[in-house]
């Protein structure tokens, strides 16, 4: 995207609120984007000396309380929000649409392999929690903590 707009391919018209929500969008997906790398060796049941991706334990606190997915809603706020903010242009709005429904797709597929790898548990956590809604994934974290 930067080469497009460095080169002068693409040509976006800045819009002051919108960058500076662009910016906070880029910041909390990366936050988001990153959560998996350091939750799941804390958490995850990760051997001593392995990658974040050889968790052995379902991990559903911090972000993953309020969404399956953090990482994938991570990826669509700091690629595809935040460029369109960012550089606000048509072209970039069009590239959004196929990157979201694809990040989408993809954490589908996700959600299939973690039932075949946590069975019961992960379908119970599936009915608890959205899989990349952050709003109703809040919701229902602030719901579940006024039972208990």
Same mark, same amino acid.
């Given at each position: 995207?930067? =080469? $497009? /707009? $460095?080169?002068?391919?693409?040509?976006?018209?800045? +819009?002051? =609120?919108?960058?500076?929500?662009?910016? @906070?969008?880029?910041?909390?997906?990366? %936050?988001? !984007?990153?959560?998996?790398?350091? $939750?799941?060796?804390?958490?995850?049941? @990760?051997?001593?000396?392995?990658?974040? %991706?050889?968790?052995?334990?379902?991990?559903?606190?911090? =972000?993953?309380? !309020? /969404?399956?997915?953090?990482? +994938?809603?991570?990826?669509?706020?700091?690629?595809? /929000? !935040?460029? @369109?903010?960012?550089?606000?242009?048509?072209?970039? %709005? @069009?590239?959004? %649409?196929?990157?979201? !429904?694809? $990040?989408?797709?993809?954490?589908? /597929?996700?959600?299939?392999?973690?039932?075949?790898? +946590?069975?019961?548990? +992960?379908?119970?956590?599936?009915d608890r929690v =959205?899989?990349?809604?952050?709003?109703?994934g809040l919701h229902?974290l602030r719901a579940?903590?006024?039972?208990?």
């Open positions: 995207i930067k =080469p $497009l /707009v $460095l080169t002068g391919l693409v040509q976006p018209r800045p +819009y002051m =609120p919108a960058t500076i929500v662009g910016l @906070v969008a880029w910041m909390g997906g990366m %936050v988001l !984007a990153m959560t998996p790398i350091f $939750l799941f060796p804390r958490r995850g049941g @990760v051997p001593p000396g392995k990658s974040f %991706v050889h968790t052995t334990r379902l991990v559903t606190t911090g =972000p993953y309380a !309020a /969404v399956r997915h953090p990482q +994938y809603l991570g990826g669509i706020l700091c690629i595809f /929000v !935040a460029t @369109v903010l960012l550089y606000p242009h048509w072209l970039f %709005v @069009v590239l959004a %649409v196929p990157g979201i !429904a694809i $990040l989408f797709w993809s954490a589908r /597929v996700e959600d299939t392999h973690l039932v075949e790898r +946590y069975g019961a548990e +992960y379908r119970d956590y599936m =959205p899989g990349i809604n952050l709003l109703a229902g579940r903590r006024k039972t208990t």
